[in-house]
């Protein structure tokens, strides 16, 4: 029995042994996966601060595009507004001009013979008056008021 006995001893211990190895092999694979499962946290946790830091420049970038289009409404706004002032002042210098054309037409019928390049009397005052023309020339009644008409 002594022989029975030991080879029951081996026997035991052997599965003593292999018990041991596989508590020690599943303990080590639980390890393992403790360890990835924190990594895999640590891991998420670094992307979720990096969506929160992108989500946060998203919205500064977004601010930054509706400012952008809101200068470029009122740039329209101010260009629109120019424009508009650019016509009314391109429309009175055309009147003025029609005014002016129409005034040398009429000085034209009033005075057929005249050559500007002759003229060095001083002008008409704005009132119509010679007073300053007949200063400068010493003849008084040289205005047009003061010839007959013709």
């Given at each position: ?5 030991m080879w029951v001893l081996i026997a035991v211990a052997v599965l003593v042994v292999i018990a041991l190895l596989v508590w020690l092999l599943v303990r080590r694979r639980r390890q393992r996966a403790r ?116």
């Amino acid at each position: 029995m002594n022989d029975t006995l030991m080879w029951v001893l081996i026997a035991v211990a052997v599965l003593v042994v292999i018990a041991l190895l596989v508590w020690l092999l599943v303990r080590r694979r639980r390890q393992r996966a403790r360890e990835v499962e924190r990594q895999n946290r640590a891991h998420a946790a670094d992307l979720r601060a990096q969506v929160r830091d992108e989500e946060l420049e998203a919205r500064r970038r977004e601010a930054d595009a509706a400012a952008a289009q809101a200068r470029a409404q009122q740039a329209r706004v101010e260009a629109d507004r120019l424009d508009a002032e650019a016509h009314e002042r391109t429309a009175h210098a055309h009147q003025v001009r029609t005014d002016a054309e129409t005034h040398r037409a009429d000085a034209d019928a009033l005075d057929p013979g005249y050559d500007p390049a002759d003229d060095d009397r001083p002008p008409v005052a704005a009132d119509g008056s010679t007073a300053a023309r007949d200063r400068a020339t010493g003849e008084p009644g040289t205005g047009p008021e003061q010839r007959p008409a013709g």
